[in-house]
């Protein structure tokens, strides 16, 4: 993979023959599929939930094998809890009901806290950050922005099952801010690309690797970059890694104020 | 982190649990060894580490020898090179879906009578038709409980037991 960092051009324009997939109205399964999905996305976790915990309760184990089990309670516990939150969050923003703070900032500041947040988090890979001390402003809602950003970050980790460099870079350009992340891990198939952003999609390689995931992660990206009104694009050679971009409009020219009217009534 | 499969595309089979000592030779009715001493070989096939792991502790103990594919291309690769006794095999998965490996394995002689039990999230009843008419043993939703699960294959087994020892079909059923 080139690096990003040195260069947040999409691959096409730097003459890769992998061509850019930018977001897109790609169609998500229909209402009734969606919830039928949801709900076999459901069950798996609760299965596992409600099997491990009938095992506890049956059987004899030694203290060593009762708390790997109850790990494993937990971790499915936890998928739980992460699915639902993602699909409540991905239909609040859809249908309008999410409340935004739209605020005029520079994203420098909050992307550097992010990346530590992150860093702290985060074992088994190196972690890079490459954004200026200050960029221009944008108008975002930072909550959101977060989770945006904290979305790419974790899969960039998830889905580089082996390690290898994460990165996070960011820089001004014309009209817009431009962030980037950055991994080096299994990729995505040029075939799978159109339906990367649509909700409950899972790439065959990652399933195959064993990566666990709910494919509500990208949606919920995809749902925030349009409510910020931004772009969303991913440059990606299958056994290489991922770049995810981030386009953030630059926030428009602050009015200065007009002179206060002179008091007549002095 | 991403907890590593067991089963990976290109590693080689996985060995079923050794046999009791004594029993690593083939009796002459061609019996398996394991067989013999009634260890059930079971393959699980599902792409979701956390139910594999679940059915796999849901058998252990001294009844059943478990090995295990993450998707259908292995699990019939497996089935060529160590047949098990029974398939415990999940409906929805990338690639082959169950229905596919279901097809395969009653379409080869060597593999048309292997019980096949589905442990599925998906539990519409047009999926328990499907699976039925294309040759499963049992149709099951998940959330299965352990017990469920045991009950299930232990019950196919006993049902075969019978049908082989020849017994009048309406013994069997009352059984």
Same mark, same amino acid.
Request: no cysteine; charged share 10%.
């Given at each position: 993979m080139a690096d990003p960092a040195a260069d947040l051009r999409p691959r096409a324009e730097r003459g890769s023959a992998q061509a850019r997939v930018v977001v897109s109205e790609a169609a998500d399964p229909g209402r009734d599929e969606s919830i039928s999905l949801l709900f076999h996305e459901l069950r798996t976790p609760l299965a596992s939930l409600l099997g491990f915990t009938d095992l506890l309760l049956e059987r004899e184990y030694s203290p060593e094998k009762r708390r790997e089990l109850l790990g494993i309670v937990r971790d499915e516990g936890r998928r739980l809890s992460g699915l639902i939150e993602n699909f409540l969050d991905l239909q609040r923003i859809e249908s309008g009901r999410q409340e935004y703070n739209f605020e005029r900032c520079d994203p420098a500041p909050l992307l550097r806290a992010w990346a530590a947040d992150f860093e702290r988090a985060g074992e088994g890979h190196t972690f890079s950050v490459d954004v200026p001390e200050r960029l221009p402003p944008v108008v975002v809602d930072s909550e959101r922005l977060r989770r945006l950003i904290s979305n790419l970050l974790s899969n960039a980790q998830k889905y580089s099952p082996d390690g290898g460099r994460i990165r996070l870079a960011a820089r001004a350009e014309e009209k817009r801010v431009l962030v980037c992340v950055a991994d080096e891990g299994i990729g995505i198939a040029p075939e799978e690309m159109p339906l990367?952003? #649509?909700?409950f999609f899972r790439g065959e390689r990652a399933v195959r690797r064993g990566i666990r995931g709910s494919g509500l992660g990208l949606a919920l990206c995809r749902a925030i970059v349009r409510r910020l009104r931004g772009e969303l694009w991913v440059d990606s050679e299958p056994g290489r890694g991922s770049v995810f971009y981030v386009a953030l409009p630059l926030a428009p020219a602050e009015e200065t104020p007009s002179p206060a009217p002179p008091n007549v009534f002095r | 982190m991403v907890p590593s499969v067991k #089963? !990976?595309?290109?590693?080689p089979p996985p060995i079923f649990a050794p046999a009791p000592p004594g029993t690593a030779i083939l009796s002459p009715g061609g019996f398996s060894p394991l067989e013999r001493y009634g260890v059930k070989r079971v393959l699980v096939v599902d792409d979701e580490e956390s139910i594999r792991m679940l059915i796999e502790a849901a058998l252990e103990g001294p009844d059943f020898s478990v090995c295990h594919a993450d998707n259908g291309r292995d699990a019939l690769g497996l089935v060529r090179t160590a047949p098990p006794d029974v398939v415990v095999l999940?409906?929805? &998965?990338?690639? &082959? !879906?169950g229905t596919d490996v279901l097809r395969e394995l009653r379409a080869q002689p060597a593999t048309r009578d292997i019980p096949v039990v589905v442990v599925t999230a998906m539990c519409q009843e047009r999926n328990r038709e499907e699976a039925v008419a294309a040759g499963a043993a049992a149709y099951l939703s998940n959330p299965v409980s352990p017990r469920e699960l045991l009950r299930t294959i232990n019950s196919d087994f006993q049902e075969r037991e019978l049908r082989a020892s020849d017994l009048p079909a309406h013994t069997a059923a009352a059984k």
């Open positions: 990367l952003f #649509t909700r | #089963t !990976q595309v290109n590693a999940d409906w929805v &998965m990338p690639g &082959m !879906q």
